[in-house]
């Protein structure tokens, strides 16, 4: 294969480089076959990013060699690349926003591996969150089935209050479940988690915990309230993971939750995913149509 290939992708000149490098040592899967997966799955993955500032895990050495997050736009990128102003302690940042199939692949042919987003768009802006996301992370001597039993607790609870979850798994060890809301304050979403994540860990000690102190952790799930805060992001739909064997954030449906018996039940590669979405479709397309009031505090 050709060191540099020039292709056209919407209309948008791209000089692919380096295809047949291989990025996960352990599979021998390549830049190429990322390249390939994101193309494929764009139409179902772009919708959950588009407008929201991105925030990039690279790996130019490839997975097991040193990444890095990346905020600013990588250098190199088209001029065309769409990004958005976003207040940070450092002052005014430029961050990219994910909005269209040629800007996912320029940033996967910089070797932007993983996409992280928050969960709020340029639309509602950092101080209106339209999404709730719970972050299920198991602890050492805990996996997957045991955020799966977590989960099912926290479907209830919402429920309670009127709102729906819809899950995910992380790609990596642990699940994440989604909440689409009418654009809410974004304090008001971080205290609603944080009250739900307390309220588990006190009624079920003995596998849940809110406090992400590690000595507390073992055997247990970390409930992470904290991804809600406008400064923080979650790994999004689809993305690739920079896991020894490519992994995937796969959308579920609550069968699968409900039936997870063992982690490899849930661990997705990119070609399973592909056939998932083209035998189910998007399983998170609720989230781009629902929308829920967030309890009132008290309420």
């Known amino acids: 294969m050709p060191e540099r290939q020039v292709t056209e992708v919407e209309g948008r000149r791209l000089v692919l480089s380096h295809l047949d490098k291989v990025l996960w040592p352990v599979t021998g899967w390549t830049k190429g076959q990322a390249l390939y997966y994101y193309a494929q799955v764009a139409p179902f993955l772009l919708p959950h990013v588009r407008r929201r500032p991105a925030t990039l895990l690279r790996f130019p050495s490839g997975v097991g060699e040193e990444g890095f997050f990346a905020r600013n736009p990588p250098p190199g990128l088209p001029d065309w690349v769409r990004t958005m102003v976003v207040d940070s302690r450092e002052g005014p940042r430029n961050r990219v926003t994910v ?11 910089g070797y932007a591996l993983e996409l992280h987003v928050p969960q ?10 339209d999404r709730l996301v719970i972050d299920l992370d ?15 607790l926290i ?32 304090a008001a979403v971080v ?18 915990v809110h406090r992400m102190t ?26 690739l993971r920079a896991t020894a064997v490519p992994g995937v ?17 849930l661990a997705f590669t990119p070609e399973d995913v592909l056939a998932r979405v083209a035998e189910h479709g998007d399983l998170l397309a609720p989230l781009l149509g629902e929308a829920a009031e967030l309890p009132l505090p008290g309420g």
């Open 214 to 239: 590690r000595n507390l952790r073992p055997g247990k799930v970390f409930v992470d309230w904290s991804q809600n805060t406008s400064a923080k992001t979650t790994a999004a739909p689809y993305t």
């Open 138 to 152: 198991p602890g050492p001597g805990a996996d997957i089935t045991l955020c799966c039993r977590v989960a099912l």
């Open 155 to 186: 479907r209830e609870r919402l429920a309670a209050d009127g709102l729906s979850a819809h899950p995910k798994t992380s790609g990596s060890k642990g699940l994440h479940l989604y909440v689409p809301l009418r654009p809410a304050d974004a």
């Open 99 to 109: 909005d269209d199939l040629p800007t996912l692949m320029a940033l996967a042919n």
């Open 191 to 208: 205290g609603y988690a944080r009250s739900l994540a307390e309220s588990l860990a006190a009624a079920h000690p003995a596998h849940v």
């Open 120 to 129: 709020w768009s340029a639309d509602t802006g950092r101080d209106a969150h």
């Open 249 to 265: 954030s796969t959308p579920l449906t609550w069968a699968e939750v409900e039936q997870c018996r063992s982690a490899s039940a």
